[in-house]
């Protein structure tokens, strides 16, 4: 292995194992404070397509696995486990046509990024639900985002992606052009066979008022809350995103029910509101209805995920009923050895279809994300428990798991990510495109579909 010749190929930067401060720079790669086993031992600052291109081939003729990595994201630290890693986080180029309502962008882009370059032309994605994370593997897993029940997956508005191969060739992939690559990169994730350097999309008008109400209740009170949310969301347009917060506190599990309501005017949202709030339990605290931009949803959203703490996080789709999964969700939570973790599950009576072939195959009318959060090493152990345990309570009443949040390194049987027609098509797609198995180091998600 001629890294130096890898070097003198490529824009971008090479950093072997044996250079100084290597440690530190593979410990930057994953955005969780709880870094995973890790085997990576070159890594491949990527310039440009030239230089992912150079990463391939030096990769396949060395007989590396590969990585690409877009912000690390990922809680189960796949990013960087393979023996390269190629980040890609510094293709960041976004170009709109705002005419045409159409976007090129590039993998490193973020959600912030997006909405604010957005929001400025008055156009809007499904972006995800916190701002670091980029547009690289959001997309790649099917991308569950803000009006999502209007607007369906991110995946769905994806109507092109350019794509380097195993073979290091860089192609299109849509509809028309190697449709076998474009079915696969909406919603494979990780086990996805190529990198996508950039992703070519169709954008929507953006809602003129965004208002959101923020009702809390004690735990014990979950029944009457979801009585109730299953009323309202039967009646309330698919623009209403409902989810309900559960967090551990000192007194006991509380939740917090919070309606964002996307709508084309203030009124028409009060209007909404005013459906919404028929029939709502007495609250502890009412806060709002509050005004925001898609950009400006960030800031209620990140602070609730600091960088740096340690995170196991697994997720959940459910067609059970709200009540069942939310009163198991607050036993969980009062169960969970920190006050830090919680878990968002969102009621989507009204979603959008997902789009029709892609990869994304599973989905359900309940999307729970359960976010396992805590400061010291000492305590990894009772938190994976933990958590294992409450995804193991729910299991019995839920169809899946969404491959983006879901913990690719638990042991044991785990809700399938992905249909069983989409698992076996993925794996005649690798065989097919990535032969030598470069990408396929990480236990693939799709390949974890229960039987
Ligand atoms: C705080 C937080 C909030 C989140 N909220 C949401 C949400 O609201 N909705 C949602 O849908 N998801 C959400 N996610 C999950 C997120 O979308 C996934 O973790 C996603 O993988 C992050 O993208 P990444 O590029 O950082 O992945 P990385 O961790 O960098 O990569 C993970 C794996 O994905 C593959 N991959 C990544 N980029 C590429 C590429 N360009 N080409 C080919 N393969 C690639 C590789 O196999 C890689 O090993 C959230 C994650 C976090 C940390």
Redesign the pocket.
Known sequence: MNTEMLKRRISGAVITAFEPGFAAQRSS????GRQPASRARLIVRAASVADVQEAVRFAAANGLTV?????????T???A??DMVID?GALKRLQIDAVARSARIE?AVNNLELASALDQKGLAFPL???G???????L??????WNGSVWGF?CGLVRSAE?VLADGRCVSASKSENPDVFWA?RGA????F????AYHVDLKLAPRAIETVVRVYPGAMATDVATWAEAVMAKAPASVEFTAKVANTATGPMVAAIATVFANSAEEARAVHAVIAVGAPSALETIGPMQSSFPGLYQATDPT?PVGRR?R?DSVWSDAEFGAILGLVVDGMAQSPSLDSFTVLTLRSKAAPMPADAALSQDGRIFG?MYGQWVDADDDERNAFWLQRLIADLSPLCCGA?V??CDLSRPGARLATHSHAAVSRLSDLRRRFDPQGL?TT?PAAPALAAE
């Open positions: 790669l994953i955005w969780n990585s690409p990595r877009g912000g690390g994201h990922h809680f630290g796949i990013a486990q393979a890609l993998p995800g639900h916190c670091s994370v980029p547009m690289s593997g959001y790649l897993g099917g991308g569950f985002g991110g794509v990169l994730g990780p086990g996805f190529g990198i996508v350097t995920v995170y996080v994300a969404y983006g949040l990408f990480v």
